[in-house]
């Protein structure tokens, strides 16, 4: 069955979707939700995404400005959310001084880059495709949602991580505190998350919420059952989790990462996704099932390279 069938019929039926995924194809994600909301405008209640609120005022006024300035604002909107962070983890102690400026630095560079020459300031035209095809899908997502009064709200609480993640790349050290794996469970709590959510929008309303969250929220980090499908749920609501994923190789890698971090991975998604395809599989039962060309050890070391800082 075509994916985009499958997840109108849940829809139609009142159902809740999230749509849980690694970040690795969030074009497919939003083309979804987009998809969802043109075919039943009366039948969706709220798009929520994971994406800094520095995203939300794009989002908002997206029917005055050209596709290509809404792709490369969201680019610069990614640079300010993890400045305001960088910003807030400095004044906290999370980071040192050094290491605040090397972030800043870097992330300085980017907007001054982008608004001088475009993406090609910082992009190869691999990275400029990308971001296009991301921030494109995103920007016809905000199109359909004002189109059909559906808000399309930007939800993600927190940046750290992610700036945690350029400390490391910029430095070289993949030991920062703020990536120790003694706060997995605390990071993938959605409680908070859903909290905040329901302060903006009133998610027991009739009509489907479409909520896209990463997957380590959904996958019940050693049973726990605080994911907002598990929250929605408890809360009524019927919901089914559609895995978005490129391929098992992506959804293996990151079942072995939580395991060997101690942490075992119980609620996987009802459906999956995959190079366009719908699967009648949970994904993590498609990745375990998956046999990696490329052995685990040899993929993280590719992926917590070093990358120098810029110019």
């Known amino acids: 069955m075509d994916p985009n069938i499958y997840i109108n019929q849940q829809v139609q039926s009142g159902k809740d979707i999230v749509f849980a995924e690694t970040h690795a194809d969030l074009s497919s994600t939003f083309n979804f939700m987009r998809d969802s909301i043109v075919a039943n405008p009366a039948k969706v209640n709220v798009a929520a995404l994971e994406l800094p609120r520095t995203f939300q005022p794009l989002i908002d006024n997206v029917d005055q400005m050209g596709r290509e300035d809404f792709i490369e604002q969201s680019v610069i909107a990614l640079s300010i959310s993890d400045l305001q962070t960088a910003y807030e983890m400095r004044m906290n102690n999370q980071i040192t001084e050094e290491e605040y400026l090397l972030v800043t630095d870097e992330q300085a560079y980017m907007i001054d880059a982008i608004q001088a020459e475009g993406l090609a300031g910082v992009y190869t035209p691999e990275g ?4 296009t095809e991301r921030y494109g899908a995103l920007h016809d997502l905000a199109v359909a949602g004002k189109e059909n ?12 991580m992610a700036v945690a993640m350029s400390v ?3 430095t070289c050290n993949y030991e920062h505190p ?3 794996t003694d706060t997995i469970e605390d990071r993938m709590n959605d409680e908070p998350y859903y909290d905040a959510l329901g302060q903006k929008v009133d998610l027991s309303a009739s009509g489907s919420n479409l909520i896209h969250r990463g997957a380590n929220h959904i996958w019940g980090l050693n049973g726990t059952e605080n994911g907002v499908d598990d929250l929605l749920e408890a809360d009524g609501r019927e919901v089914t989790v559609v895995g978005i994923h490129n391929s098992p190789n992506e959804i293996n890698y990151a079942r072995i990462s939580m395991d060997r971090s101690g942490y075992t991975l119980d609620d996987p998604s009802d459906v999956t996704v995959m190079d366009g395809a719908l699967h009648d599989r949970p994904d993590l039962e498609i990745g ?3 046999e990696s060309e490329t052995p685990y050890d040899e993929f993280i070391q590719g992926a917590t390279s070093c990358a120098p800082a810029s110019p």
């Open 128 to 131: 400029i495709q990308d971001m």
């Open 168 to 170: 490391a790349q910029l």
């Open 149 to 160: 009064n559906v808000p399309i709200v930007a939800t993600d609480l927190n940046r750290e």
């Open 178 to 180: 703020l990536l120790s």
């Open 288 to 290: 375990k099932a998956h």
